[in-house]
């Protein structure tokens, strides 16, 4: 009996192992930091989410988990661990991953971004107010004062969601390089996410996470975050309130 449990132990053991592997050479589909607060909050991924989407700003528990991170954020950035690191400048180098170069003109930081089609709104974010904007006719996109997170809403023109989340992954393929994919992903409110890892313009390992969903009748969005590896775990509260700022075209006032 003491024979069979050392074997059945060393069995589990090796599954476990091989599990660990696959799933790390699939891009790890137990989803933290960035990859997780997209999936749990992006357009109906939790209660707080709904509960953001309905008045555009970050409130109570969640706005205070985002100051405990920038200031765990700001501290670790002055480790040698971190200082010896390479980095992204997304600033500088934006990464193409839904098929639009942000170009468009600075707008005011702290203020709810709006893509409109003929006027009518179709989706609206409020990015941090430390975050430098940009926007287009269809497009919004913000980076972090340090450069290491970006983040980007455009409007995607595909069939239906499950088309978007393949035109999606394929522009992820074009922009970054070593990219491996987790397992899908629908939220609640009907998102489809797509996740996983890989290499910038720099070489540096980033993490990755891109939804599509319904902004307004027939107007399919794409929503994709990209953050340096080292710094994901420091940035998840931060994309967790991006997300549940997040207006649909049915959370407007009627106009």
């Known amino acids: 009996?003491?024979?069979?449990?050392?074997?059945?132990?060393?069995?589990?053991?090796?599954?476990?192992?091989?599990?660990?592997?696959?799933?790390?050479?699939?891009?790890?589909?137990?989803?933290?930091?960035?990859?997780?607060?997209?999936?749990?909050?992006?357009?109906?991924?939790?209660?707080?989410?709904?509960?953001?989407?309905?008045?555009?700003?970050?409130?109570?528990?969640?706005?205070?988990?985002?100051?405990?991170?920038?200031?765990?954020r700001t501290q670790y950035q002055t480790t040698a661990e971190y200082q010896s690191a390479p980095r992204s400048n997304f600033a500088e180098t934006p990464p193409d991953v839904l098929g639009v170069t942000p170009a468009g003109q600075d707008v005011k930081a702290g203020e709810e971004v709006v893509i409109r089609v003929l006027k009518s709104p179709v989706v609206g974010v409020t990015f941090p107010t430390s975050w430098k904007q940009r926007k287009g006719d269809n497009y919004a996109a913000a980076v972090s004062q340090d450069g290491q997170a970006f983040a980007m809403f455009a409007l995607i023109e595909a069939a239906d969601k499950q088309a978007g989340a393949k035109l999606v992954k394929e522009r992820l393929g074009k922009s970054l390089s070593d990219v491996k994919f987790d397992e899908p992903a629908e939220t609640k409110g009907g998102a489809l996410v797509v996740t996983g890892t890989g290499k910038g313009k720099k070489g540096v390992d980033v993490v990755f996470a891109a939804g599509v969903f319904e902004g307004a009748k027939g107007r399919l969005v794409g929503a994709a975050f990209v953050v340096d590896s080292k710094v994901d775990e420091h940035y998840k509260e931060t994309v967790s309130g991006i997300c549940q700022t997040i207006r649909r075209a049915e959370d407007f006032p009627k106009e």
Do not use: C, F, P
Request: no cysteine.
């Open 1 to 72: 009996m003491r024979v069979l449990r050392i074997i059945l132990g060393v069995s589990v053991l090796g599954l476990l192992v091989m599990t660990d592997t696959a799933l790390s050479q699939r891009g790890g589909a137990v989803r933290s930091g960035a990859r997780g607060a997209v999936v749990g909050n992006m357009v109906g991924g939790s209660e707080g989410a709904a509960t953001g989407a309905k008045i555009g700003v970050v409130t109570g528990a969640t706005r205070s988990a985002i100051d405990r991170e920038n200031a765990a």
